[in-house]
């Protein structure tokens, strides 16, 4: 089974999958081993590894610790060509669908493209929909991109369902991290009943009974990244139970 088939057997296993983001940033320096440790043991399902900005050079060295810490699949989830190396099992192939940059669109992946073939990493084509989590995020800034508001689902389906026309494989609802207010169940189960792709859930999630219901809504996968950089790696445990019940 390749690292896709691994992620739907596990949406349709457990009714919907666990990811932990971990961003191979400075600020996370110290926090690694113990973070993959964690994950291993408290039923978390993949590692998404990237983020927006990073702040030193050693993106990469962090990235080969998390590989080789990681019991579960760990996958890139791309900030920009310059977090690409061997370690990862496979990588989120994305465009940023919601937004009107063509750099983001398909220049990066036209950059990125030679170099994921050397490497041979698992492509996983994903539409990644940017949502107004009303915290201004660093990857709102960084991409040049307008999000999608909260209240308009209508505008959410038809992007959705523009990425399954095209091929996307997975969607991955953003609302940023650190979001103020996380993807709500309305937008979720209007993609949920209209769009075939698998939804990743993103940003803001601060609870594990916010998880379950965007779950319950329509969500095939649920990221957190802040929430346990923030709190520790306990609570995995609790949004793993969550997300699987
Ligand atoms: C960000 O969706 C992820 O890309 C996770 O967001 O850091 O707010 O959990 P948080």
Known sequence: MNIFQTLTHIRDQKGAGYIVLIDPDKKNESLIEQQVSVANEAGVDALFVG??????????ERVARIKSASDIP???????????NPHYDAMLFMSVI????PHYLIGEQVLSAPVVKDLGIETIPTGYMLFDGGANSTV???????PIPMNRPDIAVAHGLAGQYLGMKLLYLEAGSGAKISIPTEVISAMAKSVDCPLIVGGGIRE??????????GASFIVTGTVI???GSAMMKEFADAIHS
């Open 51 to 60: 983020g927006s900005l990073m702040m030193d050079s050693k993106c990469h």
């Open 74 to 84: 760990v996958i890139f989830f791309p900030g920009g060509l310059s977090q690409l």
């Open 98 to 101: 919601s937004g009107r940059n």
């Open 140 to 146: 709102e800034f960084m991409s040049g991109t307008k």
């Open 208 to 217: 594990p009974k916010e998880a379950e219901k965007r779950v319950l809504a």
């Open 229 to 231: 950089e923030d709190n």
